[in-house]
């Protein structure tokens, strides 16, 4: 026993010291029910129910008539030697060949959810939730679950969690075995008051947790005044709450004097498209690039457009209803010298609002190029409950830049170096943080 617990820590530490962050999949606050990347809300509210037929035609490359003849076979293996008869579940083993199907397509971000999963996923995200108060990631490549982001004073802090721990087990359910949207409604979210254990890896090592599930409510924007007049602001995310949190951060910070701004974009995932429109559009001017925020194109050159006009956010489009919601007021621009600070964990939303920035010339990119999912998901209800997340479209920065696999390049590279003492510290104090350090440098230059 203890060789094999000696053979597992060393595993772990050779996957620890080996992985990079590569893809994200539903990116979300642990407790909190998520969208779908990037796009998440709006096209959650725009889906079209397909319904679910004997006579659907054949996808192209599948021959259906020789694949139900193979899985007939399958069934009589199953039927007459599988060992465990009493452990059949029927439901599982169909939900199993969709998802093997979708698999099959090679597209980490194409997923199909039993009826089950879907209704988990289609909670609204409010920016308040029953959970533990951590923002994690997923390896695609691995299926690691990492915590970006361990909330001041939430449950996950108090019992002891800490940024860059790498979930390995929810009770007694590897994590890197589920899927991150399904794994945190179905295993971490819970009752108020009721207890979760989680097992994580810690420079190599098992941690064991013992966390109360609570009430959380988010803040995803945070800010302060810097010296000279230099106003930061954070986003952990985008959430439904964003926008306005952004919004009024960025009032305060005038009405303080605010002389320059840096936006720290640092480990934000993404999140709700709408709130990142909203923020772009309270920044950028509406003379230029014909006020385009961001634009999208899927396989017959058709997509969305969110721009600005008139005073006003706009929406329109080549291949659904055009969204009730738009167009909303807007006149406000932001006049000042801007730095955005990324890093490799700075993904889809995040890159909407940098790309958008830098494509206007509104501020310079500060750090080391972003993570480069330019891809956009939508979410199908099917007539049995049932649910596929398909990616379906590519998204451009307002300058018609596609990011994809690529990122956004900083206009000034800079790798983030902790400070002596500081290497394991959860936070760092950001008159020690180099890369906010060369950020005012930029600033400065700027003027």
Known sequence: MENEIR????????????????AFVGLIIVGIAAGINLIGQTVMENQAQVQVSEGTE?????????VNQKLNTLQYLVDRNFLFEEDIDPEQMEAGIYKGMLAGLGDPYTVYYTQEEYESLTEETEGVYCGIGVLVSQNISSGLITALRVFQNSPAEEAGMKKGDILYKVGDVEASEMEL?????????????????????????????????????????ESQMLEDQVGYIMVTQFELVTGEQFKAAVDSLQEQGMESLIIDLRDNPGG?????????????????LDGMIVSTSDKDGQGDRYYSKGGKICFDSDVRQNDPRYPKKDGHELDIPMVV????NS??????LAGALQDYGCAKLVGTTSFGKGIVQSLVPL???????????????????????K???????????????????????LDQDNQVLKAIEVLKEMH
């Open 272 to 288: 709700v498209l709408d709130a990142v429109v909203e923020m772009a559009a309270y920044i950028l001017p509406e003379d230029r």
């Open 341 to 344: 600070l990324i890093n490799g």
């Open 181 to 221: 949207d399904v794994l945190v409604q179905q295993e971490i979210r819970g009752e108020e008051g009721t207890y979760v254990d989680i097992t994580v890896i810690r420079d190599g090592e098992e941690v064991p947790l013992h966390i109360q599930r609570r009430i959380v409510e988010v803040t995803t924007v």
């Open 383 to 405: 007539d049995d409950g049932s649910a596929v997340k398909m990616t379906v479209s590519h998204y451009y920065t307002p300058g018609g830049v596609d990011l994809h696999k």
């Open 58 to 66: 054949a996808p192209r490359g599948i021959d259906i008539s020789a």
């Open 7 to 22: 053979t597992k820590n060393k595993f772990w530490k050779g996957v620890l010291t080996g992985s990079l962050v590569t």
């Open 407 to 429: 990122g956004l390049d900083p206009d000034v590279e800079i790798e983030y170096k902790a400070p002596e003492g500081l290497e394991n510290a959860l936070e760092v104090p």
């Open 347 to 352: 993904a889809s939303a995040s890159e909407v």
